[in-house]
C-alpha cells in the first residue's frame, strides 16, 4: 500500500464485490495495468535514440511517456532529445523513428517484462464468475499475443484490441465500445481497469465504470486526481 493513497476499508472491498455482481464484462488495460512493460519500453526507445546518435531518455522519464500507442511514445523521446528542433520530427522522420522502434522493441519485449502480482488470480476469479474480460491496449496489436503468451495471461479474453486496431484509440470510447457491441452488453455492464487518464477517460466516455490502478504509468501525475469509481492497490483486491 503505498503512503499517498487512502487504505481501503473492508466496507470499501465489499462494495466492489457487490458491484462485480452487476457487470458482465470487464476490459483491461495492457501496459501499466497487467504487466510492468516499461523497462523494455524504455530499452527500445534508447536503443532508437542510439541509432540516432542521441542520448538515452531513461526508464524514468520513458514511463511518464507511455499510454498513447508507440508513435506517441517515439515522438515524445524525440521531442525531449529536441532531435529535430523544438518543432519535433515531421511525419517521415516519425513514421521512420516507429519503424525502428517497432524492430527494437520486438527484440526487447520480454528482457524485464513480468506480469504485476494478483493479475493471474483476478484473471482466474473473474472467469470462474462467468465475466466476459477483454483486452484494450494502445499498444500495437502485432505485440499482444507474444507478450499474453510470455506472461502467462493467454486464453482469458475473448477480444483483444490493438492501439491501431481502429481509428480510435482511447481516450476515444470507440474500441471498449466496439468491444460491448461485440458481445451485446451494455456499457453500463462493462468495468474498465486501467493505469492512467486514457483509461479514465475512455471509460467514462463510454458509460462504462472504471476501476483504476496506482501502481502504473499516469504520466506522472496521481491517477487518483481523475475520479475513477475506485482505486486499486493491486487487482488482488478482485479476488
Ligand atoms: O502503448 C501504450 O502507449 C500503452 O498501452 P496501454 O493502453 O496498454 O497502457
Ligand atoms: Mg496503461
Given at each position: 500500500?503505498?503512503?499517498?493513497?487512502?487504505?481501503?476499508?473492508?466496507?470499501?472491498v465489499l462494495?466492489?464485490?457487490?458491484?462485480?455482481?452487476?457487470?458482465?464484462?470487464?476490459?483491461?488495460?495492457?501496459?501499466?495495468?497487467?504487466?510492468?512493460?516499461?523497462?523494455?519500453l524504455?530499452?527500445?526507445v534508447d536503443?532508437?535514440?542510439?541509432t540516432m546518435?542521441?542520448p538515452p531518455?531513461?526508464?524514468?522519464?520513458?514511463?511518464?511517456?507511455v499510454?498513447?500507442?508507440?508513435?506517441?511514445?517515439?515522438?515524445?523521446?524525440?521531442l525531449?532529445?529536441r532531435?529535430?528542433?523544438?518543432?519535433g520530427?515531421?511525419?517521415?522522420?516519425?513514421?521512420?523513428?516507429?519503424?525502428?522502434?517497432?524492430?527494437?522493441?520486438?527484440q526487447?519485449?520480454?528482457?524485464?517484462?513480468?506480469c504485476?502480482?494478483?493479475v493471474?488470480?483476478?484473471?482466474?476469479?473473474?472467469?470462474?464468475r462467468?465475466?466476459?474480460?477483454?483486452?484494450?491496449t494502445?499498444?500495437?496489436?502485432?505485440?499482444?499475443?507474444?507478450?499474453?503468451e510470455?506472461?502467462?495471461?493467454?486464453?482469458?479474453?475473448?477480444?483483444?484490441?490493438?492501439g491501431?486496431?481502429?481509428?480510435?484509440?482511447?481516450?476515444?470510447?470507440?474500441?471498449?465500445?466496439h468491444?460491448?457491441?461485440?458481445?451485446?452488453?451494455?456499457?453500463?455492464?462493462?468495468?474498465?481497469?486501467?493505469?492512467?487518464?486514457?483509461?479514465?477517460?475512455?471509460?467514462?466516455?463510454?458509460?462504462?465504470?472504471?476501476?483504476?490502478?496506482?501502481?502504473?504509468?499516469?504520466?506522472?501525475?496521481p491517477?487518483?486526481?481523475?475520479?475513477?469509481?475506485?482505486?486499486?492497490?493491486s487487482?488482488?483486491?478482485?479476488?
Amino acid at each position: 500500500m503505498g503512503a499517498l493513497w487512502p487504505e481501503f476499508t473492508l466496507g470499501d472491498v465489499l462494495m466492489m464485490h457487490d458491484a462485480l455482481n452487476e457487470i458482465d464484462l470487464i476490459i483491461y488495460d495492457l501496459d501499466g495495468t497487467l504487466i510492468d512493460s516499461a523497462p523494455d519500453l524504455a530499452l527500445a526507445v534508447d536503443d532508437v535514440l542510439e541509432t540516432m546518435n542521441l542520448p538515452p531518455a531513461g526508464i524514468e522519464r520513458v514511463r511518464d511517456w507511455v499510454g498513447n500507442g508507440s508513435r506517441r511514445l517515439v515522438e515524445r523521446a524525440l521531442l525531449n532529445a529536441r532531435a529535430f528542433g523544438t518543432e519535433g520530427p515531421d511525419r517521415a522522420q516519425l513514421d521512420d523513428a516507429l519503424a525502428l522502434f517497432m524492430q527494437c522493441y520486438e527484440q526487447r519485449m520480454l528482457s524485464n517484462t513480468f506480469c504485476y502480482p494478483g493479475v493471474i488470480d483476478c484473471l482466474e476469479a473473474q472467469r470462474a464468475r462467468g465475466i466476459a474480460q477483454a483486452l484494450v491496449t494502445n499498444k500495437p496489436s502485432r505485440f499482444i499475443d507474444p507478450l499474453l503468451e510470455a506472461m502467462g495471461l493467454e486464453g482469458f479474453f475473448t477480444h483483444t484490441l490493438g492501439g491501431e486496431a481502429l481509428p480510435e484509440k482511447k481516450p476515444d470510447p470507440a474500441p471498449l465500445l466496439h468491444v460491448a457491441r461485440a458481445l451485446d452488453i451494455a456499457p453500463e455492464r462493462v468495468l474498465m481497469i486501467g493505469d492512467s487518464r486514457s483509461d479514465v477517460e475512455a471509460a467514462r466516455a463510454a458509460g462504462c465504470r472504471c476501476l483504476a490502478v496506482s501502481y502504473g504509468y499516469n504520466h506522472g501525475e496521481p491517477i487518483a486526481d481523475l475520479g475513477p469509481d475506485h482505486l486499486l492497490d493491486s487487482l488482488e483486491e478482485l479476488v
